[in-house]
């Protein structure tokens, strides 16, 4: 695959030889992605930490017994 001088390519292929027809379809399903992506409206997925999530702090309240210190700093 080729790519105009100073412009870094979409993908590159880092082992193998794949021919013509590979790199085609690989471009033709990523393409296709991209489209069903940007149609979907949809973000790329962000992993949230279970510590910052808000819905911990509506949990039932803690109670004391054992292994409640633990319960303490888990998120629920």
Known sequence: MTSEPGESPLFSVVSGHPGPEDLAALTVVLA?????????????A???????????????????????????????
Request: glycine share 10%; hydrophobic share 45%; charged share 25%.
């Open 32 to 44: 296709a992605r991209l489209a069903a992506r940007q149609r979907a409206g949809a973000a790329p």
């Open 46 to 76: 962000a992993t949230r930490s279970a510590w910052l999530d808000r819905a911990a702090l509506t949990r039932a309240p803690l109670r004391p017994g054992p292994g409640a210190w633990r319960r303490s700093g888990l998120p629920a």
